[in-house]
Each structure stands twice: as C-alpha cells, then as structure tokens.
T-cell receptor, first 114, second 107 residues
Framework: GAVVSQHPSWVICKSGTSVKIECRSL??????MFWYRQFPKQSLMLMAT?????????EQGVEKDKFLINHASLTLSTLTVTSAHPEDSSFYIC??????????FGPGTRLTVL | GIQVEQSPPDLILQEGANSTLRCNFS?????LQWFHQNPWGQLINLFY???GTKQNGRLSATTVATERYSLLYISSSQTTDSGVYFC?????????FGQGTTLQVKP
C-alpha cells in the first residue's frame, strides 16, 4: 500500500514554455501532498505544501507565481513550472501521507529546460 | 527551523561489513524517517521511527528522541545497499532532510 505515482518521469522543454507535473496517490486519499526539488548531488528541499481544496503553502524563497500548485482532488496534485528557464532544470519529487505522519514519495520527474 | 545533520557524508565498505549511519537533529520531532535513494532517484521508505527501535531484515534503526539523534544500522552489507541514505525529520507535518550519507559497498 501507500503508492504514489508521478507523470511524466522526465520532460525536456524549451526555455519560456510551461510544464505540468502530476502527482497521484494510487491507493489512498491525501488531503496534503508535498513538492520537493533536488539538484544533482544535493538533498531534497521542500518547495510547497499542497492542500486539497485550498491554496498551497510555499516555503520561503519559492516563487508561487512560477510554481503553480493545484490540488483539486484527494488523489491528485499538480505542479506547473511556468515560463521555465534552464535554472529550473531539476528533479521534482512529490510525497503524500496516507494517515499518520509518514510520507511516501513518488518516483520523481526529471525536468530539463533547454 | 530544525537543523538535520547526517554523518558520515561518505562511506565505503567491503561487502559483508557492518555500518552505522547517524542523524542528529536540533529540535523535538514527531516524525523521523530513513530513506534509501536508488540510482533512479526513487526514495525507498526504510523506517518511520520518531522514537524507539525497529528492525527489518539486515537493517535496524534506533531513535533516542530525548537526545535528538537516530542511528541506522546496516549489517552484512551487500552491493545492492549502495546509494544515498537520507534522514528526514519534522514536527509540523513537513519533512526536513539531512544532506545524506553516500554509501558504496564494494564486492
């Protein structure tokens, strides 16, 4: 149990375009999901907390207008990177909690912006 | 915010050896998780252990919450244990990750 999926696994886009990443909880409902970013050889950094039916909460330094988060159902959260630039190239990972505090992570999405 | 420090940053072992990874944190927590990140980036949940001791096969973990540290033990290491091990902690629902320990197990 506690399976989280992400789509796509990897994406390459041109600078200036927008990219949407989906995060789904497959066997449980999640009122809260989390989005992280990981640069090469670094740790995971929390970007935002996605709340079903309400606005996301962003960590300090994360531009909410650039990283749009929508959590429209109890099993789906989306992250849209708007007007992507090469510096946005990274590994984006989502997580969700089935009940208690334990978080389960998706397989990640590798974004490359040319 | 909570500070998380993992040690050692890098570890090289011969297959069959045992190892201990440490995670220190700066505040009381109600969530502590250990993960193994595989070469494709997937985080594998090893333990959810805000306190106490747990064992799963060759792996075990102990968290001493009052002293703000956790230990991950790997016994009889195998080459497939190679990768990055992360400790992550939290007390507000969020998780703060340490910098990780990169483990290389040589045959």
């Amino acid at each position: 149990g506690a399976v989280v999926s992400q789509h796509p696994s990897w994406v390459i886009c041109k600078s200036g375009t927008s990219v949407k990443i989906e995060c789904r909880s497959l066997d449980f409902q999640a009122t809260t999901m989390f989005w992280y970013r990981q640069f090469p050889k670094q740790s995971l950094m929390l970007m935002a907390t996605s709340n079903e039916g309400s606005k996301a909460t962003y960590e300090q330094g994360v531009e909410k207008d650039k990283f749009l988060i929508n959590h429209a159902s109890l099993t789906l959260s989306t992250l849209t990177v708007t007007s992507a630039h090469p510096e946005d190239s990274s590994f984006y990972i989502c997580s969700a909690r089935p009940g208690n505090n334990e978080q389960f992570f998706g397989p990640g999405t590798r974004l490359t912006v040319l | 915010g909570i500070q998380v420090e993992q040690s050692p940053p890098d570890l090289i072992l011969q297959e069959g050896a045992n190892s201990t990874l440490r995670c220190n944190f700066s505040d009381s927590v109600n969530n502590l998780q250990w993960f193994h990140q595989n070469p494709w980036g997937q985080l594998i949940n090893l333990f959810y252990i805000p306190s106490g001791t747990k064992q799963n096969g060759r792996l075990s973990a102990t968290t001493v919450a009052t002293e703000r540290y956790s230990l991950l033990y790997i016994s009889s290491s195998q080459t497939t244990d190679s990768g990055v091990y992360f400790c992550a902690v939290g007390n507000t629902g969020k998780l703060i990750f340490g910098q990780g320990t990169t483990l290389q197990v040589k045959p």
